[in-house]
């Protein structure tokens, strides 16, 4: 453990703040108490199926679990369709006509649809697909603003059986075209651009560059954002827009009886190395654990007015934007852009404006609101807020007691969830209405999953590896055509127990405490990026004869990515040149794996068996004494190293 990860552990220890549910609350939510804990201890596949019993199956599962280790089958025999149970099934009772999702644009401009329009318009959709021959196992790449058409096309995709990949609209054109190749997606669904910030994001034209040459895409499909958007060039027999597509025909289309292990998406997020890796989600096992987890850690009610703030390019958008939600028929709120646009009032403008109840956001932007000061939220009414959730890092105390007064006016629970791309669903996590919360503490796992603390020999200690020891309905079912992948990264550290790449200590209560990854993969702002990934990139630029990243710890974004990179020889260090080096890993991957210091040096620090020493390269980052520099071949160009980051920084 290195030096950063000790002193946050003294701070966590020094954390002795519990808050019980409160008393209004708890008396309203769906667990007040320790039932579901105590029912999954006794028999956790029963557990599960009592769970699952909240779906509507087209046929009834013959068999809980399969567990051959490292491979999961859940409810094998049942048959269900994601859309069906987050649209079809609301239409026979109260919520037909109940409203589903409340739609803003970064500009102002507004859409809902109730239950029965969601239907008509993922019905409309699916039928375009079909009639352009997408049928059950093809992918379907997605690559769109927060608009509600990025919902309606994952809910298409599901309902005609086509997995699809949704990538994060502001990732490149080449991390675009990776995926796509990856998936090997016949189609591609866009949009002709979105806003961030006031500007306008040319999704179509980067989708162009994207899928240029690739012969296995057949189709292009284009959402107008909005009348008179940016130009787009439509390529004749490849792209189609959307709204002429779900105009023709009747715009019937009825759900495909998936099988509970077939593919329902596959996801793409950064490992080890420098190529993401594709995690495969399958239906039935998915939908129960997201659906229980939505229930009862959101607590969500009908008259709830739901707002998670992620982008459908992340799991948390997949499972807590999209299918939870939906599949209990709440109402979901969607908004398109940036928080501080026009000003820094603009989530709390929101959350007055729709009467959001609850909300689910990241650290990143908790920290960044307390930072734009307390002014903002209070200028608001913010008194329909019950409930608050976090994601995606550890939140700092500070940041969860601001949360608190700020945010839920010291009336609403918070929940910390703990999970990932990989879990599909929630794992660790407050039940708002039974747990008492600690600041900085995600508490302890939901019922039926079964988490514990291992060292490196796959001892139990109280710090050390998070470990999920029994598999879970939500879990991955591998890595898009690389079983291996799977077979290694989360499965070989210890014998049939899971290894989510996190450290994390245990307390005497029993408490979880995140500490971040323990890998080569960075937590900027709640989104993962691999080292590797932007060492490739930097490398791949002209000028670079070598790269190396790491993380530092940064006040706002949790990490930040710190590069340090040597030159091909000739090639002169400039102010210009670093600026050409970030917006080329930008161009590479995406804006947000963007280096926030680019250091130059003549050399590395190596071993002397020539191994570039990443640990040395974090202790200069965080600006800390340097650890060990006996075994480098040569401890002058670290010190120099050192001397010249802290002249720059
Ligand atoms: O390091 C953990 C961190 O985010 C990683 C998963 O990232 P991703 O797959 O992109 O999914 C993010 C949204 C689920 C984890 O390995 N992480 C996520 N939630 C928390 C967290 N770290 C601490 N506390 C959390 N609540």
Known sequence: MDGSRSRE??????????????????????????????????????????????????????????????????????????????????????????????????????????????????????????????????????YLPMIPEAAIAMLACTRIGAPHS??????SAKSLRDRMIDAQARVLITADGGYRRGGIVPLKQTSDEAVDGLEFVDHVVV?????????????????????????????????????????????????????????????????????????????????????CTADVGWVTGHSYIVYGPLA???????????????????????????????????????????????????RYDMSSLRLLGTVGEPINPEAWMWYQEHIGGDRCPIVDTWWQTETGGIMITPLPGAVSTKPGSATIPFPGVEATILDNDGQEADSGYLA???????????????????????????????????????????????????????????????????ESALVDHPAVAEAAVVGRADELKGQAVAAFVSLVEGTESSSDLIQELRQHVGNEIGAIAKPADIVISAELPKTRSGKIMRRLLRDVAEGRALGDTTTLADPAVVEQLKAKYEGEA
């Open 166 to 171: 949704v990538v994060f609209g502001g990732f």
């Open 328 to 378: 209990l028929g709440a109402t979901i709120v969607m908004y398109e852009g940036a928080p501080d646009y026009p000003d820094r009032g603009r989530f709390w403008k929101l959350v007055e404006d729709y009467g959001v109840t609850i909300l689910y956001t990241a650290p990143t932007a908790i920290r960044a609101f307390m930072k734009w000061g307390d002014e903002w939220p209070a």
């Open 9 to 142: 552990i003294e701070v966590l220890l020094t954390e002795d703040r519990t808050f019980d549910p409160p008393q209004a609350f708890r008396a309203a939510a769906h667990v007040s108490d320790d039932t579901p804990y105590v029912e999954a201890g006794a028999d956790r596949e029963a557990f599960w199926a009592v769970q699952a019993e909240q779906l509507d199956w087209f046929r009834r599962w013959d068999n809980v679990l399969s567990w051959e280790p490292p491979f999961a089958r859940w409810f094998e025999g049942g048959q269900l369709n994601v859309s069906h149970n987050c649209l079809d099934r609301h239409l026979d009772g109260p919520r037909a006509d109940a409203t589903a999702l409340i739609w803003e644009g970064e500009p102002g401009d507004k859409r809902t649809y109730t239950y029965r329009e969601l239907h008509r318009e993922v019905c409309a959709f699916a039928a375009a697909l079909k009639r352009l021959g997408v049928g059950r196992g093809d992918r379907v790449g997605i």
């Open 468 to 534: 999920i020891t029994s598999p879970w309905p939500g879990m991955l079912r591998g890595i898009w055509g690389d079983e291996q992948r799977y077979r290694e990264t989360y499965w070989s550290k210890w014998d049939g127990v899971y290894f989510p790449g996190d450290g994390a200590r245990r307390d005497e209560d029993g408490y979880y405490w995140i500490l971040g990854r323990v890998d080569d993969v960075l937590n900027v702002a709640g989104h993962r990026i691999g080292t590797m990934e932007v």
């Open 223 to 307: 959402v107008r954002r909005e009348e008179g958007g940016p130009p787009v060039d439509m390529r004749d027999g490849r792209d189609h827009w959307y709204h002429e597509l779900v105009a023709e025909g009747d715009g019937a289309c009825e759900p495909e009886a998936m099988e509970a292990e077939d593919i329902l998406y596959i996801l793409y997020t950064s490992g080890t190395t420098g190529k993401p890796k594709g995690i495969v989600h399958t239906t039935g096992g998915y939908l129960t654990q997201v659906v229980a987890t939505t229930k009862w850690v959101f607590d969500v009610k009908h008259d709830d007015v739901y707002w």
